[in-house]
């Protein structure tokens, strides 16, 4: 069983930067995307960005598009994202997932695309 851990959220205030983290452990999956999603409170689950196996493609939400990062160390089985510039709408429970083969880009940005989902970490962007 592949369990995901997201590290990282905290209290910042508007403009500020951070960087989420998300190891993986358990059996090694190969050719599989992994995306962030977020979900603020009262509100849908809502897609971020995702990032195919090999590092090289990456979408994203067009609410985070030029403030956001996703990248990923395959060797160290950690994906990352660098927010920058944020904003108190991104305040949310924010959600490290895996998939168990690729995905098709159509749905890159469907929850149920996703097997694995980590227990979230929270970022709160309040002045």
């Known amino acids: 069983q592949v369990q995901l851990t997201e590290s990282g959220g905290g209290l910042v205030t508007p403009g500020d930067s951070l960087r989420l983290s998300c190891a993986a452990s358990?059996?090694?999956?190969?050719?599989?995307?992994r995306a962030w999603f977020r979900q603020a409170p009262g509100k849908e689950r809502e897609f971020v960005a995702a990032?195919?196996?090999?590092?090289?493609?990456?979408w994203y939400s067009d609410s985070v598009k030029g403030r956001f990062t996703v990248s990923r160390d395959n060797n160290k089985s950690t994906l990352y994202l660098q927010m920058n510039s944020l904003k108190p709408e991104d305040t949310a429970t924010y959600f490290c997932?895996?998939?168990?083969?690729?995905?098709?880009?159509?749905?890159?940005?469907?929850?149920?695309?996703?097997?694995?989902w980590g227990q979230g970490t929270r970022v709160t962007v309040s002045s």
């Open positions: 990032i195919r196996w090999s590092g090289t493609t990456t």
């Open positions: 358990g059996p090694t999956l190969s050719n599989i995307d």
């Open positions: 997932v895996a998939s168990r083969h690729r995905v098709i880009q159509s749905a890159l940005r469907v929850p149920t695309s996703y097997a694995y």
